[in-house]
């Protein structure tokens, strides 16, 4: 019996060729790509396009794929019916695991060994999702889903459905630059749970749905979310030190920093903060921002030296928040951008299958006796 690792931590659970993690090098690649190559020279499409089919497209496959996930953004009314039945408080996370396992009652892709159906479940989740998130953020406040726009690239669109207006080109650029970070990951655990539920040949539906479900957890997808929070909390640049120091004698840890891999900052991070000037000179300045760069630069000098570091969570709140975006739709993006990766695992796995069975250490009684209720303490 191999050793007990809690958490699987260290334990391989796939021989895979979608992506690398260097976490002492700072170096995260994509299919053999350097992700600070993808993000200044791809785009989320292109770079789907690349995870899922292990090689970057021709222009004709672009088009085609482009435009194949461009006539699938539409959802049923059936679907927006279903999310106009969920409590409008309820998480917009747990809206678009339903919606998504309800998709796949309305596209049967049972055969899921067939190529046509990998590719045809991959373009319809790719495209739709972004309209499930946009569709439910709106009917939760009373207003009408905005249907998507031809026109628009997959990124614009988003923020379009979203809000009703046309990004200008570098909101959405931005975005699309985030989503490209946000696509894949190695083995996390929402891949892994994807896998999971995928090596039962459960459908592409039920795998995304089981791996948002996973992404949900505050321990996963949340961590954004929180780093506003604090940034908030914190007010000022003056109060980053003492509020640091505080919560570090406290026990507590400083959102968006720290990764289980990475030992030195994450690179896409990195990538994120290089984009943020350019926002702010366009949009105005972000006070959050001003107060995070302090956060950093202090941070560092407390946490660097136990390889502590930011990590993509610790921009990616700032960014979104600057777009307009509620904080409780950040992991909703995540989601948006990882079903590219979740993806791309449940092809992968599809091609060499092992149903995923690991084992347990029993650490309970045996041949307990039953006692008639009337005699039990
Ligand atoms: N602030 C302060 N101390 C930290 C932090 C942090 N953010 N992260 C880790 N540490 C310290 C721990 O207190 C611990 O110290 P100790 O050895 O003195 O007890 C040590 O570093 C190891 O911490 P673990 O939590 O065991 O490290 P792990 O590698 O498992 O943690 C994790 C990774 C969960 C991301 C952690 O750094 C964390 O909770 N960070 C804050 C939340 C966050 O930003 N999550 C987003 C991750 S990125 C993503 O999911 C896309």
Not at 92 to 119: C, H, T, W
Not at 123 to 137: E, G, N
Not at 166 to 184: F, G, I, K, N, Y
Not at 221 to 247: C, H
């Given at each position: 019996m191999p050793d007990y690792s809690p958490g699987l931590a260290g334990v391989p659970a796939a021989k895979s060729k979608?992506?690398?993690l260097d976490g002492q090098k700072g170096i995260l690649e994509y299919r053999g790509f350097r992700i600070e190559l993808l993000a200044e020279k791809s785009n989320f499409i292109e770079t789907a396009y690349l995870l899922l089919f292990g090689r970057l497209p021709a222009a004709a496959e672009l088009r085609r794929f482009s435009a194949d996930l461009c006539s699938h953004r539409r959802i049923k009314y059936r679907i927006t019916d279903l999310m106009k039945c969920l409590p409008e408080h309820g998480h917009p996370m747990d809206a678009l695991q339903a919606a998504v396992a309800a998709l796949g009652m309305f596209?049967?892709?049972k055969n899921v060994r067939d190529p046509e159906i990998q590719s045809n479940s991959s373009v319809r989740l790719i495209a739709k999702l972004p309209t499930i998130v946009a569709a439910h953020a709106r009917m939760r406040h009373g207003d009408d889903p905005i249907p998507p726009r031809d026109d628009l690239g997959h990124s614009a669109n988003f923020l379009y459905m979203l809000t009703g207006q046309a990004p200008d080109p570098l909101m959405a650029e931005v975005l699309d630059v985030a989503l490209?970070?946000?696509?894949e990951h190695?083995?996390?655990a929402s891949t892994f749970s994807g896998l999971v539920t995928a090596s039962t040949l459960a459908d592409a539906y039920t795998v995304v749905s089981s791996a948002i479900g996973t992404l949900s957890g505050p321990l996963h997808g949340g961590a954004n979310e929180q780093v506003i929070d604090m940034l908030l909390e914190i007010g000022s640049k003056a109060n980053v030190r003492p509020y640091l120091e505080k919560k570090l004698a406290d026990g507590e840890k400083i959102m968006g920093f720290g990764h289980r891999e990475y030992k030195v900052k994450d690179p896409?991070?990195?990538?994120?903060?290089k984009l943020m000037p350019r926002m702010f000179?366009?949009?105005?300045?972000s006070p959050l921002y001003e107060t995070a760069q302090e956060v950093e630069r202090v941070g560092v000098a407390l946490l660097g030296s136990k390889g502590i570091h930011p990590n993509v969570d610790f921009f990616s709140g700032i960014v979104y928040e600057k777009m307009g975006i509620d904080k409780d739709l950040f992991t909703p993006v995540f989601a948006l951008a990882r079903v590219v990766g979740w993806l791309a695992h449940w092809i992968e796995q599809l091609k060499d299958n092992h149903i995923f069975r690991p084992t347990e250490i029993y650490e309970g009684e045996h041949e307990r006796q039953y006692l008639p209720i009337d005699q039990r303490p």
């Amino acid at each position: 019996m191999p050793d007990y690792s809690p958490g699987l931590a260290g334990v391989p659970a796939a021989k895979s060729k979608i992506s690398y993690l260097d976490g002492q090098k700072g170096i995260l690649e994509y299919r053999g790509f350097r992700i600070e190559l993808l993000a200044e020279k791809s785009n989320f499409i292109e770079t789907a396009y690349l995870l899922l089919f292990g090689r970057l497209p021709a222009a004709a496959e672009l088009r085609r794929f482009s435009a194949d996930l461009c006539s699938h953004r539409r959802i049923k009314y059936r679907i927006t019916d279903l999310m106009k039945c969920l409590p409008e408080h309820g998480h917009p996370m747990d809206a678009l695991q339903a919606a998504v396992a309800a998709l796949g009652m309305f596209y049967p892709a049972k055969n899921v060994r067939d190529p046509e159906i990998q590719s045809n479940s991959s373009v319809r989740l790719i495209a739709k999702l972004p309209t499930i998130v946009a569709a439910h953020a709106r009917m939760r406040h009373g207003d009408d889903p905005i249907p998507p726009r031809d026109d628009l690239g997959h990124s614009a669109n988003f923020l379009y459905m979203l809000t009703g207006q046309a990004p200008d080109p570098l909101m959405a650029e931005v975005l699309d630059v985030a989503l490209t970070l946000h696509a894949e990951h190695t083995m996390n655990a929402s891949t892994f749970s994807g896998l999971v539920t995928a090596s039962t040949l459960a459908d592409a539906y039920t795998v995304v749905s089981s791996a948002i479900g996973t992404l949900s957890g505050p321990l996963h997808g949340g961590a954004n979310e929180q780093v506003i929070d604090m940034l908030l909390e914190i007010g000022s640049k003056a109060n980053v030190r003492p509020y640091l120091e505080k919560k570090l004698a406290d026990g507590e840890k400083i959102m968006g920093f720290g990764h289980r891999e990475y030992k030195v900052k994450d690179p896409r991070s990195s990538i994120l903060q290089k984009l943020m000037p350019r926002m702010f000179e366009q949009y105005g300045r972000s006070p959050l921002y001003e107060t995070a760069q302090e956060v950093e630069r202090v941070g560092v000098a407390l946490l660097g030296s136990k390889g502590i570091h930011p990590n993509v969570d610790f921009f990616s709140g700032i960014v979104y928040e600057k777009m307009g975006i509620d904080k409780d739709l950040f992991t909703p993006v995540f989601a948006l951008a990882r079903v590219v990766g979740w993806l791309a695992h449940w092809i992968e796995q599809l091609k060499d299958n092992h149903i995923f069975r690991p084992t347990e250490i029993y650490e309970g009684e045996h041949e307990r006796q039953y006692l008639p209720i009337d005699q039990r303490p």
